[in-house]
Structure formats: C-alpha cells, structure tokens
T-cell receptor, first 113, second 114 residues
Framework: DQQVKQNSPSLSVQEGRISILNCDYT??????FLWYKKYPAEGPTFLIS?????DKNEDGRFTVFLNKSAKHLSLHIVPSQPGDSAVYFC????????????FGTGTRLQVTL | NAGVTQTPKFRVLKTGQSMTLLCAQD?????MYWYRQDPGMGLRLIHY???????AKGEVPDGYNVSRLKKQNFLLGLESAAPSQTSVYFC?????????????FGEGSRLTVL
C-alpha cells in the first residue's frame, strides 16, 4: 500500500513559469514532510521540508504547502529554471515512532526554454 | 569532503551469485539506510540501522542482509542474486542530533542480475 503518492509521473513547464508538484499521503501519523531532488546518475539531495505544525515553508524560489485536512502537500518553484529539471520525490515520516522515511514514486520535471 | 561513498558503482551478476555493496560515511552519522530505486516505484527502504551494531528491516528486506559493524560503514549483501534484484541501490545517512528526515545519499550503485 503506497502511503505517499505522487500521481503525476512527469511535468513540463516553460522557463520562468511556476512549477507545481503534488503529493498525497494516507498515514495521518506523518508529521514531517520533505522534498528531495534527483539528477540522473546522482543520489537524491534534500530540497525543503515542512513540519505538520506549519502550512507553508519558503526557501528562495521553493515553497512547500501542507494541507493536513486533505493530506496533501505541494512544492512550488517560482520562477522555474532549466537547472530545475530533475526528478522530485516527496517523503514523509512520523518523527515520534520511526526513523525512516517513506518516499513517493517521484515526478520528473522538465523545464523548457 | 566525501560524504557518503558507495562501492562499487556498477556491477553485473549472474543469477545465484553473491555480492556485497559497501557504504561508507564520514559525517559521524548514527542512522544509515539502504534504498532501491525502480521505475515507477520510487525509493523503497530495504534495511536500515539506528546505530553501530544495530539493523532493522525496511519495506522490502527479502533477499538482502546487512551489517553495521562499524559506525561509518553499512554493508548490503545479496546471498543469491535474482533478476528481480536488478535495480539502482542508494545508501543514505542522517545525523544523531534529532531525527528530521534529512538524509545524505550516495551516488548510487547500479546492479544488473542476468
């Protein structure tokens, strides 16, 4: 059973526009959420995170929104740049009981010129 | 400035052969993990360790064994490789100062089982 879902396998956005990547989860015990970015032939790297006590966290061009009632989070990238082209994984964890992340299946973002 | 290092980077095995993937981290992290990445499946946790001498099963542990004899090393073993274990394997580590889920990943090891 996939507890963290990314229903869009791919997304194409023009340079300068907003990219919105979505993630849904089913486990209400998750209290911390993260986004990782992965380039080909490299390991994933941490991008941004949000605690369940917040509904928004911003870091430069990247903003993560959390809607706990809908069990939904999204990553906004504004403005999108060609270097943002990568696979993005959302991940979730229950920090109180477990020390391991559950990852989504990933969304491949292509930023076109 | 090595971070997390995985060896080997590439390996081709025949069905039934055994091998060990080595992960080494130089950040004095307590937690270490082995994930596999498959198309359409995302990253799935195989085994993990919360400290030297400890191991625990993750989501997909069957067919794999692990050992954490030293804090800086986490070994993933395949005793009898199967084609279903063809995948890209990632090792990761995270720090001891409170778990936040921020993992540091290695570059990956691509394993093909024929």
């Amino acid at each position: 059973d996939q507890q963290v879902k990314q229903n869009s396998p791919s997304l194409s956005v023009q340079e300068g526009r907003i990219s919105i990547l979505n993630c849904d989860y089913t486990n209400s015990m998750f209290d911390y959420f993260l986004w990782y970015k992965k380039y080909p032939a490299e390991g994933p790297t941490f991008l941004i995170s949000i605690s369940s006590i917040k509904d928004k966290n911003e870091d430069g061009r990247f903003t993560v929104f959390l809607n706990k009632s809908a069990k939904h989070l999204s990553l906004h990238i504004v403005p999108s740049q060609p270097g943002d082209s990568a696979v993005y994984f959302c991940a979730a964890v229950n920090t109180g009981t477990a020390s391991k992340l559950t990852f989504g299946t990933g969304t491949r973002l292509q930023v076109t010129l | 400035n090595a971070g997390v290092t995985q060896t080997p980077k590439f390996r081709v095995l025949k069905t039934g052969q055994s091998m060990t993937l080595l992960c080494a981290q130089d950040m004095n992290h307590e937690y270490m993990y082995w994930y596999r990445q498959d198309p359409g499946m995302g990253l799935r946790l195989i085994h993990y360790s919360v400290g030297e001498g400890t191991t625990a099963k993750g989501e997909v542990p069957d067919g794999y064994n692990v050992s954490r004899l030293k804090k800086q090393n986490f070994l993933l073993g395949l005793e009898s490789a199967a084609p279903s274990q063809t995948s890209v394997y990632f090792c990761a580590s995270s720090g001891a100062s409170g778990y936040t889920g921020e993992l540091f990943f290695g570059e990956g090891s691509r394993l093909t089982v024929l």
